[in-house]
């Protein structure tokens, strides 16, 4: 295997044991606009960006709001777990201060709000570990397309061949995988259904960061 220089890491289902309030979310914001959540919903927001999720809400529940009227109650909603409660998933912080300790360049490429990330990632201790946070807007895509991650890389001035990629999410490591990435595959509760297709599609695949710290993934580096 060639040697790794950098890593990419997604945030929510991945460093942060959040995904479980997402998915409540999506239901507390339909009850208060009146509208029992179909069964599906997680599923199918979960894959959009922030912009993209506000605006299918508006659209397929024929909402008296804009998408940026959507955006800010969820951004509200989600506010208070992201600045007093959420925690990392086991092990994550001792990976990244590892991380750190060899001086590997760290990027994360997430679809949450950037002021969330920055709140959580404040309260927890590990803003300081990466080179840059990333988020979709106006001048980069969702994970459907590797715009994203090809920022990334440039910023850790690193190639997609020699940065690993850590995603629990198939569509997001599918994406990073076309590009030409290395992928590491996390195992999250929420994304199980798709365990065995991410399985099969990672370069490497784990259950945990303690897992893949005592695994000598580090010494890839």
Request: proline fraction near 4%; charged fraction near 25%.
């Amino acid at each position: 295997m060639k040697k790794l220089r950098g890593i990419i890491f997604d945030v929510d289902g991945t460093l942060l044991d959040s995904m479980g309030m997402w998915q409540q979310l999506d239901r507390v914001f339909l009850r208060e606009n009146g509208i029992e959540p179909p069964a599906d919903i997680s599923d199918i927001v979960k894959k959009m960006t922030v912009d993209a999720s506000s605006a299918y809400f508006v659209e397929r529940f024929q909402l008296d709001m804009t998408p940026a009227d959507v955006r800010r109650r969820v951004e509200a909603l989600a506010a208070e777990e992201y600045r007093q409660h959420l925690p990392l998933k086991e092990g994550a912080k001792s990976f990244l201060m590892q991380a750190s300790a060899q001086g590997i360049p760290c990027a994360v490429a997430s679809a949450n709000y950037p002021a969330l990330l920055d709140a959580a990632f404040a309260r927890l201790g590990i803003a300081g570990c990466f080179r840059t946070v990333l988020t979709p807007g106006e001048q980069l895509a969702g994970k459907h397309q590797p715009d994203i991650y090809v920022e990334a890389a440039r910023q850790l001035g690193t190639d997609p061949a020699e940065t690993a990629v850590i995603e629990d999410a198939l569509h997001a490591a599918e994406t990073a995988k076309a590009a030409g990435f290395y992928t590491v595959g996390f195992r999250d509760s929420s994304s199980q259904a798709d365990w065995d297709a991410l399985a099969a599609l990672c370069d490497r695949v784990t259950d945990s960061w303690t897992t893949l710290l005592h695994d000598g993934f580090l010494q890839c580096f």
